[in-house]
Each structure stands twice: as structure tokens, then as C-alpha cells.
């Protein structure tokens, strides 16, 4: 899987907690992103970061934030759990921008918030 | 609202039949990748086709866009059981986002 780990690979969390996705990579690649998958609606990027300390927002941002502060390593963080947040979460990177390039994708992090 | 649409949402087929699976999208674009996804696994990585081209073949995957229409397809040809998985298209919307669609969830029967 590309040098993507993920962890953890599954976490259940009650509602009202902090918590903290991590993905790191091997591969030295520039842009990161956080993508979740519900059924019916694909994948929808949360965050992404072109670089160390530079991160942007996507389409589902809300009660999400993110940190980037080495290359290799790109954190999300749910401010305060709720059972809307319970998902699967992707974490992917490219060399390039995205739409350019092809993404490699983590196995993903399976959140039930209860 | 989702950039890419797969169509069908499912589609079951006996092995050695060759599948189908159409994608379409509603703003200009610059290239369309597709995706696979196996159960419980991240995406992989297909094939990217841009505006310019037509078509494009990897080993038993044949993609065609038409920008006209605003849709592509992908082709599988001879599928395998190995082949029953979810496959998705993404399209970018701006500079920094790729959309996916639901995708499409393919079965391939022995």
C-alpha cells in the first residue's frame, strides 16, 4: 500500500471525545489528504496539506482539524466526537497535485462513535 | 453534490464476461482517474485519462471519455472472480480536491 500506515485501523470513542487519526508515509510525497467513506456518497475530502505546516480545507471540514508538522506524518483530529463523525477515514498521497497524479491510499480507519 | 456518478450501482456477471461500468460528471474537466476498491481495503489506483484523449487500455482495462457528454467508461474485459470489487471515478474539482463518485460495486461470479 504504498508506504501508508494508518492508525489506528479501528477505534470506538463516545460521544464528546477528542480524537486523533494518524497517518504516516514513507514515500516523501508532498500532499496528503483525509478523506471519510459513507455508503451512498463515495469519498469526501476533510482536509489536505501541501506541505509541512500548510493545510487547507475540503468539502466535509466541519468538526475536523488537522496538523502537519513533519513531512511524513499528517494528523486528524476530531474536536468533539459525535455519532455523525462515525465513518471509514482515508488518509492518500501524491507527489503532485492531486488531479494530476495518481493517489495511493492508506487501508483506512474504521471510527464508530457511540 | 458528487462531481463523478458511477452507473450501475451493481453489477453481478459470471466470470469471462466482459463489464461494464459508466461514469459522468457535470463540470469541464482535465483528466478522470478510476479506482478500484477491494472489501475493506483502501482505493487503488486504475488508469488516468485526460480531456485530450479518447481512449486508453491497460492490460484487460479499456477507458473511453467523451467530453461532450461529460462521461467515460471503463471496460473490463474476460473478468475474473479477482476482479469483484468497487470501482470508482474521481474527477477534479479544483485545484486540490478529487471528487468520487458512490462507485460502482462488481461481482464477479465463478
Known amino acids: 500500500d504504498a508506504g501508508i500506515t494508518q492508525s489506528p485501523r479501528h477505534k470506538v470513542t463516545e460521544t464528546g471525545t477528542p480524537v486523533t487519526l494518524r497517518c504516516h508515509q514513507t514515500?516523501?510525497?508532498?500532499?496528503m489528504y483525509w478523506y471519510r467513506q459513507d455508503p451512498g456518497h463515495g469519498l469526501r475530502l476533510i482536509h489536505y496539506s501541501y506541505g509541512v505546516k500548510d493545510t487547507d480545507k475540503g468539502e466535509v471540514s466541519d468538526g475536523y482539524s488537522v496538523s502537519r508538522s513533519k513531512t511524513e506524518d499528517f494528523l486528524l483530529t476530531l474536536e468533539s466526537a459525535t455519532s455523525s463523525q462515525t465513518s471509514v477515514y482515508f488518509c492518500?498521497?501524491?507527489?503532485?497535485?492531486?488531479?494530476?497524479?495518481?493517489?495511493?491510499f492508506g487501508q483506512g480507519t474504521r471510527l464508530t462513535v457511540v | 453534490s458528487q462531481q463523478g456518478e458511477e452507473d450501475p450501482q451493481a453489477l453481478s456477471i459470471q466470470e469471462g464476461e466482459n463489464a461494464t461500468m459508466n461514469c459522468s460528471y457535470k463540470?469541464?474537466?482535465?483528466?478522470l482517474q478510476w479506482y478500484r476498491q477491494n472489501s475493506g481495503r483502501g482505493l487503488v489506483h486504475l488508469i488516468l485519462?485526460?480531456?485530450?484523449?479518447r481512449e486508453k487500455h491497460s492490460g484487460r482495462l479499456r477507458v473511453t471519455l467523451d467530453t461532450s457528454k461529460k462521461s467515460s467508461s471503463l471496460l473490463i474485459t474476460a473478468s475474473r472472480a479477482a476482479d469483484t470489487a468497487s470501482y470508482f471515478c474521481?474527477?477534479?474539482?479544483?485545484?486540490?480536491?478529487?471528487?468520487f463518485g458512490a462507485g460502482t460495486r462488481l461481482t464477479v461470479k465463478p
Open positions: 474521481a474527477t477534479p474539482l479544483n485545484n486540490n480536491d478529487m471528487r
Open positions: 492518500a498521497i501524491s507527489e503532485n497535485r492531486g488531479e494530476n497524479t495518481e493517489a495511493f
Open positions: 463540470t469541464s474537466i482535465n483528466n
Open positions: 514515500e516523501n510525497h508532498r500532499y
Open positions: 485519462i485526460r480531456s485530450n484523449e
